[in-house]
């Protein structure tokens, strides 16, 4: 069983964040599952798991200094097509695709989303 049941981060722009998110997540597979009320979209496989929103006390969405959401990607193709998906909707650069050294399959490539929040995703597998 997973040890989470979601993950939330803020936004302040909803529709940048969905165009941002769409494309980066589509590329890994996941789709957008909707609505989550009117400040709000899900994305995941079968079930909403990421969700991005605007906060709910009113206050402007923050990103977390030191803080990293990682997503899994089924091949190296994938995460290049995630970082370029990303940067092509307003992501920023935080690590080019390509090989981490903590282990010997370890392919990765890091984004800024247009609020600041810093995601990746790995692949693990084998080239």
Do not use: Q, S
């Not at 998110?21 to 400040?39: C, I, Q, S, T, W």
């Not at 981490?100 to 810093?118: I, M, Q, S, V």
């Amino acid at each position: 069983m997973a040890i989470f049941t979601h993950v939330t981060i803020g936004t302040n722009d909803l529709p940048r964040a969905v165009k941002f998110y769409d494309a980066a997540l589509g590329a890994l597979g996941l789709k957008n599952m909707g609505p989550l009320g009117e400040n709000g979209v899900m994305w995941g496989k079968e079930a909403p798991e990421f969700l991005v929103l605007k906060p709910a006390n009113g206050l402007p969405a923050t990103y977390a200094n030191g803080g990293t959401i990682g997503f899994a990607a089924p091949t190296r193709k994938a995460v290049h097509a995630f970082h370029e998906a990303g940067l092509k909707t307003g992501g920023k650069c935080e690590g080019e695709p390509g090989p981490r050294t903590f282990t010997p399959t370890a392919y990765a490539a890091y984004l800024r989303d247009p609020d600041g929040n810093k995601i990746c995703t790995y692949c693990f597998a084998a080239e």
